[in-house]
């Protein structure tokens, strides 16, 4: 997460580099804390996927080899960051923070929350949909290797393998001021590289493929409700309605989703503004182009991941 070094403001970088400091003052090596008899076998366990998860990523899935993930650092809770993302109120256009070094981004990080609570609040103020979503891990351009945070320990097999193989992916394919194009390669990476790691690791028919997939499919019911609401909202902005028909029409339009969110047993993220639906498709990519990019290159990972530079 480049924002979190790049920013304007002094004090936003002297803070963000303190929370990162300290991460990388507290971090422990996965290998002495596996190898230490005094570590319980429950973390014992979760530190062993991890170093199987980079060597999957690094030898199979042929993603540029880092010391990211070597060391883990305990953290409170099962947040790490917290991101601001905000959006037109009526236009789906993100609201884009500068960084001189880095360039653009949808989001901008926070260690604390309280700190992410008033720069929405402030962004809401200056009349846009503004939310705050919390996550459990990024990934930095440093050259400094970026710890595990425990918070990510909380996860699954199949999440810990998905998100570790995502935010390694933003260490192989990146292109400054394309971040929407940067997360859905990645997505499509930890997707499908956490899949092709689960089977191997365990077997078509064994009960973590089953929860994966399970997962998959309760997912795809909250991808899909995200999905029907951003269109409808697409659709009444570009329509011939005043500015203030179209704001009572939008608070209808999410109270329709939360209507359908609980027929359809999901949850979605409050409040519901165009700044939570596009946070939300910003993950939530169509898969399929960059699976025929794949096949195309005859399921090969090494040439699909230049195919992928080369766009």
Same mark, same amino acid.
């Given at each position: 997460?480049?924002?979190?070094?790049?920013?304007?403001?002094? &004090?936003? &970088?002297?803070?963000?580099?303190?929370?990162? *400091?300290? #991460?990388?003052?507290?971090?422990?090596?996965?290998?002495?804390?596996?190898?230490?008899?005094?570590?319980? *076998?429950? #973390?014992?366990?979760?530190?062993?996927?991890?170093?199987? &998860?980079?060597?999957?990523?690094? $030898?199979?899935?042929?993603l540029k080899s880092s010391r990211d993930y070597e060391t883990w650092t305990p953290v409170k809770g099962s947040v790490?960051?917290?991101? &601001?993302?905000?959006?037109?109120?009526?236009?789906?256009?993100?609201?884009?923070?500068?960084?001189?070094? *880095?360039?653009?981004?949808?989001?901008?990080?926070?260690?604390?929350? $309280?700190?992410?609570?008033?720069?929405?609040?402030?962004?809401?103020?200056?009349?846009? $949909?503004?939310?705050?979503?919390?996550?459990?891990?990024?990934?930095?351009?440093?050259?400094?290797?970026?710890? #595990?945070?425990?918070?990510?320990?909380s996860y699954g097999e199949a999440d810990l393998a998905e998100t570790l193989i995502h935010e390694l992916a933003h260490g192989t394919v990146y292109f400054k001021d394309r971040t929407e194009f940067d997360e859905a390669v990645a997505t499509w990476i930890g997707r499908r590289g956490a899949e092709a790691f689960l089977r191997e690791r365990f077997g078509e028919d064994s009960a973590e493929m089953k929860d994966w997939k399970e997962g998959l499919t309760g997912q795809k019911r909250r991808d899909d409700l995200y999905r029907e609401l951003k269109d409808k909202l697409a659709a009444l902005y570009d329509g011939p309605a005043d500015p203030t028909e179209k704001m009572e029409k939008r608070k209808a339009a999410f109270e329709w989703a939360r209507g359908e969110a609980l027929i359809r047993g999901v949850k979605l993220a409050e409040p519901i503004n165009n700044a939570s639906v596009l946070a939300h498709s910003l993950y939530d990519p169509d898969l399929a182009p960059f699976d025929a990019i794949f096949e195309k290159n005859g399921r090969d990972w090494p040439k699909t991941l230049a195919a992928f530079k080369a766009l």
């Open positions: 997460m480049l924002s979190f070094f790049s920013a304007c403001s002094p &004090v936003y &970088v002297a803070r963000s580099a303190s929370g990162h *400091a300290g #991460l990388l003052w507290r971090r422990r090596s996965i290998a002495k804390t596996i190898s230490d008899p005094k570590t319980s *076998a429950e #973390l014992k366990k979760k530190l062993e996927t991890v170093v199987a &998860v980079r060597r999957y990523a690094f $030898d199979t899935l042929a790490l960051t917290w991101l &601001v993302s905000a959006s037109e109120r009526l236009r789906l256009r993100s609201y884009e923070f500068r960084f001189p070094l *880095a360039g653009s981004f949808p989001y901008k990080g926070h260690f604390r929350k $309280d700190l992410a609570e008033r720069e929405a609040a402030e962004l809401e103020m200056k009349g846009y $949909d503004a939310t705050v979503s919390g996550a459990a891990a990024y990934n930095t351009p440093l050259p400094l290797s970026d710890p #595990l945070p425990s918070s990510l320990l």
